[in-house]
T-cell receptor, first 118, second 111 residues
Framework: GAGVSQSPSNKVTEKGKDVELRCDPI?????LYWYRQSLGQGLEFLIY????????KSGLPSDRFSAERTGGSVSTLTIQRTQQEDSAVYLC????????????????FGPGTRLLVL | EDKVVQSPLSLVVHEGDTVTLNCSYE??????LLWYKQEKKAPTFLFML????IEKKSGRLSSILDKKELFSILNITATQTGDSAVYLC???????????FGQGTILTVHP
């Protein structure tokens, strides 16, 4: 596709339920990132995938959060046993290369998934 | 812990004004500083800066980095209502791909 796509665009769930958020990066982009943005806040890094390397999971806030990237393309962010504080916009981005490695490192963001945990 | 701080947090101006947005950073093994514009959900890329003193320019927007003083500024001249957005600054350090974002500056441009 032309850009990064994410689904669903909005998700309302009950506390304690599991949710899965999907990200389709731009074709050919080897780097994929997940961020979280709470109301009125900046973006909080969650996890980063680069090619076939082990992902950088250092931003995941708890073991309820996990992500995978199948076949080096589509990624799924899973939140288990959701809590109200998980309510936020979850943004996915992709880039041809990671920042600082020269050209084609620009991160292109998807429209995000707005998650509301009741 | 890496940290990025933006100021002011919000700014209200009139069309035609010039604004300067500030970003200071403390990032281990700093590599790059990026500016994004966020209007609804998806931030859009504006600039990436890696070298001190070299101004990057795109139309009415420009940005410069000072690696000695650990800050960057984003200037917008002759502001328009379409410039109203949240401007995000992010810095990349040791871990490739991990950007630390500031809290953003909310810019409102009135006609």
């Amino acid at each position: 596709g032309a850009g990064v796509s994410q689904s669903p665009s909005n998700k309302v769930t009950e506390k304690g339920k599991d949710v899965e958020l999907r990200c389709d990066p731009i074709s050919g982009h080897t780097a994929l990132y997940w961020y979280r943005q709470s109301l009125g806040q900046g973006l909080e890094f969650l996890i980063y995938f680069q090619g076939n390397s082990a992902p950088d999971k250092s931003g995941l806030p708890s073991d309820r959060f996990s992500a995978e990237r199948t076949g080096g393309s589509v990624s799924t962010l899973t939140i288990q046993r959701t809590q109200q504080e998980d309510s936020a916009v979850y943004l996915c981005a992709s880039s041809f290369r990671p920042p600082g490695q020269g050209r084609k490192e620009t991160q292109y963001f998807g429209p995000g998934t707005r998650l509301l945990v009741l | 812990e890496d940290k990025v701080v933006q100021s002011p947090l919000s700014l209200v101006v009139h069309e035609g004004d010039t604004v300067t947005l500030n970003c200071s950073y403390e990032v281990t093994n700093f590599r790059s500083l990026l500016w994004y514009k966020q209007e609804k959900k998806a931030p859009t890329f504006l600039f990436m800066l890696t070298s001190s003193g070299i101004e990057k320019k795109s139309g009415r927007l420009s940005s410069i980095l000072d690696k000695k003083e650990l800050f960057s500024i984003l200037n917008i001249t002759a502001t328009q209502t379409g410039d109203s957005a949240v401007y995000l600054c992010a810095a990349g350090g040791t871990s490739y791909g991990k950007l630390t974002f500031g809290q953003g500056t909310i810019l409102t441009v009135h006609p």
